[in-house]
């Protein structure tokens, strides 16, 4: 029987550069050994996979998100790609990676001086430490730019106090805080090492969406953070935080790719080889409808993100733009995860057969990175010249 490759189907290995085609099949390769056989058992615990994430360490795998001399030189699509490889195997796993290089990382590289990044930026590029991002509050999600948690200057450096919610990887060692600094009103950025007195994360219980990712709820009370943490260079909500979600935002969709191609391969395997009245699922009609639907749907998205990234690389995406391929990725990848999760019947809800956990992590793709509502009527707001939420 055929088993057509969606990326083969309309040649679209033929749009990616040569370095992007070799890092792609050296993170599917390391997937399919690494992380494919072992993340279920992580994804039914809630647990961090250790054991998979020590692996990528020798493959230098996070160098590719930094540009030179702390990387090996980046493009988004380059990051997309790595994204789109680890999230057919587990969404949950690709979203690690994103939390670390396209927030952390990115925001060490983009606002931190020479010295940070010697001390911090080589050690998360490498994973000797784990960190996350934290912008997020309790009373604060959409609305982000009013957050509330505060610095205030002290001799030597500023007093944090506040709360965050939802971090990923916010219980490992060092978080970005955006906290408004009391004396100016500002948003500004700091570097916080989780071991610093005062600093208190609990991670969020009963997610059963991207299970593996420990997302924390997370106090902060009379943190002392001293000058040399804080990043100087950010200046304000725009000039800081917005500047990295522009970012992410651009990449992040690549993700959901990762997401529709798992479901796509999983549907097709299944109903290439399972039976009912005597022949096999994927002769009938429905399943052929459904199998297409999800193969175009997967299709039309890779040129649609494939186009953002090149557009961001060249400095013509608009934050409009940014957030209507978001939104509109993630809207496609809900209908393909339930698409996909039909088609596999009572076995579809068995997490070794992916589209149950794609079903659920679509929710979230949905959802984080500024949702699907706030993503549209971001993109509204730019083709209409009226803002409508703010
Ligand atoms: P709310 O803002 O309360 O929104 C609730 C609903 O109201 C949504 O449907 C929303 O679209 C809608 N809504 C809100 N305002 C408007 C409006 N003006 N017009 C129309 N509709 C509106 N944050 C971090 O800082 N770091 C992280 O690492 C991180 N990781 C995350 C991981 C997960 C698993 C999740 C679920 C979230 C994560 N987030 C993180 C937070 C995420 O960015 C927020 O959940 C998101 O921005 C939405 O905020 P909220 O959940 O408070 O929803």
């Known amino acids: 029987k055929a088993q057509i490759d969606p990326m083969e189907y309309l040649s679209l290995y033929d749009l990616l550069t040569p370095e992007e085609l070799e890092v792609r099949k050296a993170v599917e390769a390391f997937v399919a050994k690494e992380v494919t056989p072992k993340i279920n058992d992580y994804v039914e615990a809630a647990q961090f996979p250790t054991e998979i994430v020590n692996a990528v360490k020798p493959l230098k795998l996070f160098h590719h998100f930094l540009n030179k001399p702390y990387g ?59 960190g996350g991002w934290g912008l997020t509050e309790k009373g604060y999600g959409s609305d982000a730019s009013s ?3 505060n610095v205030k200057k002290v001799q030597g450096g500023y007093i944090l106090n506040g709360d965050k919610r939802w971090i990923g990887n916010g219980n490992k060692d060092v978080l970005i805080v955006w906290a408004r600094n009391l004396d ?8 916080v ?74 549907s097709l395997k299944w109903t290439t080889t399972r039976k009912q009245f005597g022949k096999y699922l994927a002769s009938f009609q429905l399943q052929q409808e459904r199998l297409v639907r ?28 940014i957030s209507s391929v978001k939104a509109w990725v993630t809207d496609k990848t809900r209908e393909v995860a339930r698409l996909g999760r039909e088609m596999l019947g009572g076995d579809g809800i068995i997490s070794d057969n992916y589209v149950i956990k794609a079903l659920t ?30």
């Open 147 to 149: 957050l509330t948690s």
């Open 72 to 130: 090996h030189g980046t493009s988004y699509t380059k990051q997309g790609i790595i994204l789109m490889e680890a999230a057919r195997a587990d969404a949950g796993f690709a979203t690690f990676i994103a939390v670390q290089n396209l927030l952390l990382n990115y925001t060490l590289e983009k606002f931190g001086s020479e010295a940070q990044k010697q001390k911090y930026l080589t050690k998360t590029r490498d994973i000797e430490y784990i």
């Open 294 to 321: 999800i193969l175009s749907t997967f299709q039309a998205s890779f040129l649609m993100v494939l186009r953002l990234s090149r557009l961001a690389a060249e400095g013509k995406a608009t934050i409009g733009m």
């Open 184 to 191: 100016t009103n500002k948003v500004e950025g700091f570097i």
């Open 361 to 390: 992590d679509a929710e979230v793709l949905y959802t984080y990175e500024g949702t699907y509502d706030i993503n549209s009527l971001v993109a509204g707001r730019e083709i209409t010249g009226i803002g409508a939420f703010k």
């Open 193 to 266: 090492e989780t071991k610093w007195p005062g600093y208190h994360a609990e991670v969020i219980q009963g997610k059963l969406a991207l299970r593996i990712v420990q997302n924390c709820q997370i106090t902060f009370t009379n943190i002392f953070i001293p000058d040399e943490n804080k990043l100087e260079s950010v200046t304000d909500f725009q000039n800081g935080p917005n500047q990295v979600l522009m970012h992410s935002r651009v990449i992040v969709p690549w993700i959901a790719l990762g997401v529709m191609r798992g479901v796509y391969e999983h």
